[in-house]
T-cell receptor
């Protein structure tokens, strides 16, 4: 079975702090994709990153960085120097070929509150 | 490029009624997926349509159905509404079949309340 666990339900930080959102996944597939999506209060999910299972290189995009470790089945997301606009719910998601194709599995989400 | 649009944005229905939600994908996108979001179950995949064909379906009862038109617009229908169907219904579009495996663009959702 495929599963995504985001153990942190809510995180609250003060602006300019660094924050890491954890994501642990389970899958038997050898080929799979991992995602992070952001859901601001407006409701629509915003794509942040897609990583395939064969690419363990970490990625940095501005203040955002992602650490993918297959050995621990984790795909963690770090926001450096957080800002109030980063306040949102963040979802980690998994898509694999072994399960029903097209079935994207989401974690429960981590609500991030960044206070000024 | 215009984003994904969903109509209506808010809907209140009574148990036993049926409802139809509409989604217009980004121009050129042929894959449309639907998701249900509730506080208890989180985000769950409903189904995906590509070129007017249902490509995959999540674990939902047959009361949930959908279709896609030749212009890639999609509708989902829920018949015999139950209180538990109250949720935010999100539509997402993608260029490719198997949309969940690729970058998806989400609409703002339709907030359905069943009383």
């Amino acid at each position: 079975a495929q599963k995504v666990t985001q153990a942190q339900t809510e995180i609250s930080v003060v602006e300019k702090e660094d924050v890491t959102l954890d994501c642990v996944y389970e899958t038997r597939d050898t080929t799979y994709y991992l995602f992070w999506y952001k859901q601001p209060p407006s409701g629509e999910l915003v794509f942040l990153i897609r990583r395939n299972s064969f690419d363990e290189q970490n990625e940095i995009s501005g203040r955002y960085s992602w650490n993918f470790q297959k050995s621990t089945s984790s795909f963690n997301f770090t926001i450096t120097a957080s800002q109030v606009v980063d306040s949102a719910v963040y979802f980690c998601a998994l898509w694999g070929y072994g399960g029903s194709q097209g079935n994207l599995i989401f974690g429960k989400g981590t609500k991030l509150s960044v206070k000024p | 490029k215009a984003g994904v649009t969903q109509t209506p944005r808010y809907l209140i229905k009574t148990r036993g009624q049926q409802v139809t939600l509409s989604c217009s994908p980004i121009s050129g996108h042929r894959s449309v997926s639907w998701y249900q979001q509730t506080p208890g179950q989180g985000l769950q995949f409903l189904f995906e349509y590509f070129s007017e064909t249902q490509r995959n379906k999540g674990n939902f009862p047959g009361r949930f159905s959908g279709r896609q038109f030749s212009n890639s617009r999609s509708e989902m229908n829920v018949s015999t509404l139950e209180l538990g169907d109250s949720a935010l219904y999100l539509c997402a579009s993608s260029l490719y079949s198997g949309g969940g495996a690729y970058e998806q663009y989400f609409g703002p959702g339709t907030r359905l309340t069943v009383t």
